[in-house]
């Protein structure tokens, strides 16, 4: 928590009360989570309901500080391993237990700028989901 205090600190920006809790229930989950999902794990933890907007704007506020990523195919959030610096959104998913791996390689990195630059094309964005068995799961099927 003190290195997502510090990035907001120097971006100028305020870790409010809530945005904190939303970005310890993602991290503490150690699985992607949905925003509908963050909602209910907020309502137990507090006497008052969240809105929905309300939990939209602390995981648009989070992914805009680079605190988490959000996994397309998941529709769901995950903690950043290395929020202080930038790097793209990739991702090894486990469809039998969920958890999500964030890898990055700079060859990887260096192939999609190539070939990007073959096609005279601009990345704005990126992202990679890989979706399979992690090896936890893959020494499970073999049981």
């Not at 907001?8 to 989570?33: A, F, K, M």
């Not at 996994?71 to 769901?76: F, G, M, R, S």
């Not at 990126?126 to 893959?138: F, H, K, R, Y």
Request: proline share 3%.
């Amino acid at each position: 928590m003190e290195t997502a205090q510090r990035i907001c600190s120097d971006n100028g920006v305020r870790l409010t009360q809530l945005r904190e809790q939303v970005l310890r229930l993602i991290w503490q989950s150690h699985r992607p989570l949905g925003a509908y999902a963050l909602m209910e794990m907020l309502a137990e933890q507090s006497t008052r309901r969240v809105a929905p907007p309300t939990v939209y704007r602390a995981l648009e506020f989070l992914l805009e500080q680079g605190l988490i990523h959000r996994i397309n195919t998941l529709n769901a959030f995950v903690g950043c391993t290395h929020p202080q610096g930038d790097h793209d959104n990739n991702f090894m998913i486990c469809e039998e237990c969920g958890v999500a791996i964030e890898f990055c390689t700079e060859k990887i990195q260096h192939d999609i700028k190539d070939s990007a630059a073959q096609f005279n094309f601009t990345i704005k964005a990126q992202s990679i989901e890989l979706v399979g068995l992690c090896q936890a799961c893959t020494g499970n099927k073999d049981e």
